[in-house]
Nanobody, 125 residues
Framework: QVRVVESGGGSVQAGGSLRLSCTASGNIFSIDAMAWYRQAPGKERELVARIFSDVRTNYADSVKGRFTISRDSAENTVYLQMNNLGPEDTAVYYC???????????????????WGQGTLVTVFS
């Protein structure tokens, strides 16, 4: 079974920085992509940034130039460095992992999409 654990949320003044971390562990065969989503109160969950196994990245327009996603493939960990935070970035941030899980069933590794429990980021002015 593959598990996803996040850390690094908290409260910060506008203009400040935070770094989120997310580690996948368990019976991992491979990871296709790792991403960060966020959900603000009363809003739908939205993609913030994604990094693929070939290190291609994509970002939401609202965070380009301020947030950086990176990955430590050896540790199955993804980071989100958030700079110049504003109150509009206040949300629960969720890690998302698209991976293949080791299985001894017929058909080989099983594709899974997993979510972390979420970590709250609060930016105050």
């Amino acid at each position: 079974q593959v598990r996803v654990v996040e850390s690094g949320g908290g409260s910060v003044q506008a203009g400040g920085s935070l770094r989120l971390s997310c580690t996948a562990s368990g019976n991992i065969f491979s990871i296709d992509a790792m991403a960060w989503y966020r959900q603000a109160p009363g809003k739908e969950r939205e993609l913030v940034a994604r990094i693929f196994s070939d290190v291609r990245t994509n970002y939401a327009d609202s965070v380009k130039g301020r947030f950086t996603i990176s990955r430590d493939s050896a540790e199955n960990t993804v980071y989100l460095q958030m700079n110049n935070l504003g109150p509009e970035d206040t949300a629960v941030y969720y890690c998302n992992v698209e991976a293949y899980e080791v299985t001894y069933e017929v058909g080989g590794p099983r594709y899974v999409v997993l979510w972390g429990q979420g970590t709250l980021v609060t930016v105050f002015s």
